[in-house]
């Protein structure tokens, strides 16, 4: 088919390019990527760690996996700041990954646990008797439906910081790696000494304030909420990112070695 274009003369149309895409393909996903922002295996055969975190400030990181004590690469940051795609991005059948949150957080429902537990990480403590389901079972509330006051609470929170450490160093025996992600390492909960991150591997996402904060309602509330709908909440959950940020930047001063 001919056409006569003012600026080109005469054209055969059957000599265009046209580009059609990837058979299978949907517009704004990735070749190597799930709908949810994960990769499929393909894709983390692709691409390299680095590659992962690349939204990420990063510390010790190439010590990751090279002996028993820095065999946990661990990974924060704001919630909604994308560390947990980045966490399951980083498993393959060579590395385990721990959503830390499930684990101690007792509002989380139980189909969620059951899709995001690490099973290898269970069978462990279960052997070394830590009793990691009464954190979120409802065991140590209190009246008003808080474990915070009960000392036997933060006995098993000690327990099971200790048994991730000691999983960690026994999956480097069978030649495993381990992600642990978690906003629990931010706070007073888990890590209150952040010391204890001298000289680990570890990765603090870099997404900022504002863009965690909406994709923390989006994903909590739902899709279809407003901003304008919950002002006070996203208030609230806006000004503590204040704290948050101090607490990630002392977290990133003690990683460093020394």
């Not at 994308?82 to 980083?90: D, I, R």
């Not at 101690?104 to 070394?128: H, Q, R, V």
């Not at 079972?137 to 000392?151: A, C, H, L, R, V």
């Not at 706070?187 to 900022?208: C, N, R, V």
């Amino acid at each position: 088919m001919l056409y006569e274009s003012e600026y080109y003369g005469i054209v055969h149309m059957d000599d265009i390019i046209e580009h059609h895409g990837i058979k299978g393909q949907k517009w704004g996903i990735r070749r190597f990527q799930n709908p949810d922002g994960s990769l499929t295996e393909e894709g983390k055969k692709r691409y390299s760690t680095k590659d992962i975190l690349k939204n990420a400030k990063t510390y010790n990181l190439d010590s990751w996996g090279k002996d028993p004590d820095h065999n946990i690469l661990y990974v924060t940051g704001f919630s909604g700041s994308g560390k947990s795609t980045a966490a399951e991005n980083l498993g393959d059948k060579n590395t385990d990954v721990v959503h830390l949150d499930i684990y101690i957080e007792p509002w989380m429902d139980s189909e969620e646990t059951g899709i995001y537990e690490c099973k290898a990480l269970n069978k462990f403590l279960d052997k070394k008797g830590v009793p990691y389901k009464k954190l979120r079972d409802g065991s140590f509330n209190d009246e008003t439906g808080k474990p915070y006051n009960n000392k036997q609470w933060w006995k098993t929170i000690d327990q099971l910081q200790e048994g991730i450490e000691a999983f960690g160093k026994s999956q480097y025996n069978k030649k495993r790696r381990v992600v642990v992600e978690g906003v629990a390492m931010n706070d007073e909960t888990m890590y209150e000494d952040k010391s204890f991150f001298k000289g680990k591997p570890l990765a603090i996402m870099k997404t900022g304030a504002i863009k965690s904060t909406y994709r923390a309602a989006k994903r909590d509330l739902g899709e279809d909420f407003r901003l304008s709908d919950i002002p006070k909440e996203i208030s609230i959950a806006y000004r503590k990112r204040a704290i948050d940020r101090k607490q990630l930047s002392s977290l990133g001063k003690n990683a460093k070695r020394s």
